[in-house]
């Protein structure tokens, strides 16, 4: 089995780009004009202009990230409608405050998951307030099981993000060992490479994760 | 001893390295720090086996990002550019969060931001007309917001001095889906639902006792699209809207 065809069985389509600061090794723009083609901007340029105020920015800011921020918050509330009505609150908000945005200080889409927190918890908040009353009204105390935990749900969709971008091979074995429950040497065979740069390769790529992890999701909230 | 090495680390959460030595057992069990990493990246292996896809076809961005437009020109819109009017526009409401029960409207600006262009047709026309003893002091058409069907009025009634609101649409609610009425504050902060719109689309409602006199603040006419969901908040999906005069 060749190496491409290995690739295409764990490649999910359609997957978006999406943190891209660590990765891109291309130059800041001498120039960021009107008429920059935002779409093919690394973060760091459209943090940058997004900084600024552009407004095209914005929304490529947005065509990015949108799919992110509007699945972790249809899946912490289980509501597609709050899932858009943050993800909309979300945008708005950061574009209103983007003067306390500091590109130095960290990637946009930290800062942008840092805010989609605060609004998912304050809704999580507003819903216990809400159970409270229904159980009082209906006289049942039934003892709600703990849901998942905000951050470890953020974790986990960055992270599946993540180990979806890894370019080849490191993405196709850290697929096929987390996703696929495959081991080693069965990654190492059907990829058709040594057993050592296998495992060369999932132990760069886990500390990749460990490093972007922590950068999207160390703003002080 | 030092510190175990990244890649030491890296293999040990993986389990892919050769079993810890025992200097190294005893390392980790009096470094905190080299215990916090290994943790770190053995919850990191964990949580990559629990993926949780982002599926960009499955997410409604283009309603998203209209409504985040609107919401962005609603206050970047000076009511200087409109047309000059004899009566001014009612203010864009506050972005204030609204409570559970009266949650803030996706669509909201899009009434707000409408209102400030002057393109609620209808609104205004305030016609009295006697039948039997149901007084019709005030209507307005209701209109489709983005992306939907449908159009209609909104009239204020006194039946024998009682207020009520009559609603007619033309057009059928979606099969899996019912309508609601509310009459929600220009204020964006508060609302009062109705009761349910049938699928004929014509029904008449008894307002709040507290609204017999004046709306106060009351005067928008929202038909909602509801899921059968049993959650009583408004679905923050509009089908036609119309502003009463105030």
């Known amino acids: 089995m060749t190496q491409s065809s290995s690739a295409r069985i764990v490649a999910v389509p359609g997957r978006v780009r999406v943190f891209s600061v660590v990765d891109d090794a291309r130059p ?10 935002w779409g093919a901007a690394s973060e760091a340029e459209l943090s940058m202009g997004f900084a600024r105020g552009d407004e095209a ?7 990015r990230l949108a799919p992110l921020i509007y699945t972790i918050a249809y899946r912490a509330l289980d509501s597609s409608s709050d899932g858009e009505e943050i993800t909309q609150d979300v945008f708005v908000s950061a ?4 003067d306390n ?11 942008l998951i840092g805010i989609t927190r605060h609004r998912i918890a304050d809704r999580q908040r507003a819903r216990g307030r809400d159970l409270r009353l229904v159980q009082a009204v209906t006289n049942t105390s039934d003892v709600q099981v703990q849901p998942e935990t905000l951050s470890t749900l953020i974790d986990r969709i960055v992270l599946t993000e993540e180990i979806g971008r890894l370019p080849h091979p490191r993405g196709s074995i850290l697929q096929l060992a987390f996703w696929e429950g495959r081991s080693y040497p ?7 490479l040594p057993l050592g740069t296998v495992k060369s390769h999932a132990r760069r790529a886990l500390r990749h994760l460990r490093t972007q992890l922590t950068e999207v999701t160390s703003w002080p909230t | 001893m030092a510190h175990l090495s990244p890649d030491r680390l890296a293999d040990s959460a993986l389990g892919i390295a050769d079993p810890l030595t025992a200097a190294e057992k005893n390392h980790l069990a009096s470094c905190a720090e080299c215990r916090s990493e290994l943790g770190e990246l053995s919850r990191i292996v964990d949580l990559g086996r629990q993926p949780e896809h982002v599926t960009p076809q499955r997410v409604p961005t283009d309603a998203i990002w209209q409504s985040i437009q609107v919401q962005l020109a609603s206050q970047a819109t000076a009511p200087a550019t409109t047309e000059p009017s004899a009566e001014p526009p009612p203010a864009p409401p506050t972005i204030a969060e609204l409570p559970r029960r009266t949650p803030r409207l996706r669509s909201w600006f899009l009434v707000a931001a409408a209102a400030v262009l002057g393109l609620i047709i209808g609104a205004g026309i305030t016609t009295v007309a006697v039948r039997d003893r149901v007084e019709v002091t005030s209507s307005t058409s209701l209109e489709p917001l983005p992306g939907q069907t449908g159009q209609g009025t909104a009239e204020l009634l006194r039946d024998r001095g009682r207020p009520e609101l009559r609603v007619q649409i033309d057009a059928p609610p979606r099969p899996d889906r ?3 009425v509310w009459l929600i504050n220009t204020d964006g902060q508060r609302m009062y639902p109705l009761g349910v719109l049938p699928d004929d689309g014509r029904a008449t409602y008894p307002l709040p006792p507290a609204l017999a006199s004046q709306l106060e603040g009351f005067n928008i006419v929202d038909v909602s699209i509801e899921p059968y969901d049993g959650d009583p908040a408004h679905s923050r999906e509009s089908q036609v809207r119309g502003v009463l005069p105030a």
């Open chain 1, 28 to 37: 800041e723009p001498e120039v960021v004009g009107e008429h920059t083609d």
């Open chain 1, 57 to 63: 920015c914005l929304q490529e800011v947005f065509r």
């Open chain 1, 95 to 98: 574009w209103r405050a983007r």
């Open chain 1, 101 to 111: 945005y500091q590109v130095e200080k960290g990637s946009l889409s930290g800062w």
């Open chain 1, 186 to 192: 069965q990654i190492a065979e059907q990829l058709d």
């Open chain 2, 178 to 180: 019912y309508r609601e």
